[in-house]
């Protein structure tokens, strides 16, 4: 079983930088895709960015490419999203995920962290 926590978040003005952070825990976490997805009020969930259990591949929605940018260390267990730029409509609720491959399809994933909230607002 795998546990994922997520931290990082806050409030920002626009054009600010967050970075946030996803800590896994559990057996074999590093053989793990791990992905970030975020939710905005009555908005569906939707994929950001995801990154393979090596770090080798990556991927991001074309909404944040050339923004954000995925990383992990796994000696610490630990996947980042640096994100830059911000915008107001990246304001939400942001999860990272744990899954078998990388991908931006909530389908692929089997664990789940409870979120840290973005706020990008003036």
């Known amino acids: 079983q795998l546990q994922l926590v997520e931290s990082g978040g806050g409030l920002v003005q626009p054009g600010g930088s967050l970075r946030l952070s996803c800590a896994v825990s559990?057996?074999?976490?590093?053989?793990?895709?791990i992905g970030w997805f975020r939710q905005a009020p009555g908005k569906e969930r939707e994929g950001v960015s995801c990154?393979?259990?090596?770090?080798?591949?990556?991927a991001y929605a074309n909404s944040v490419k050339d923004r954000f940018t995925i990383s992990r260390d796994n000696a610490k267990s630990t996947v980042y999203l640096q994100m830059t730029s911000l915008k107001p409509e990246d304001t939400a609720l942001y999860y990272c995920?744990?899954?078998?491959?990388?991908?931006?399809?909530?389908?692929?994933?089997?664990?789940w962290g409870r979120g840290t909230q973005v706020t990008v607002s003036s």
């Open positions: 995920s744990a899954g078998s491959a990388p991908g931006l399809d909530l389908s692929q994933y089997d664990y």
């Open positions: 559990g057996f074999t976490s590093d053989r793990y895709a």
């Open positions: 990154i393979s259990s090596s770090g080798g591949t990556t």
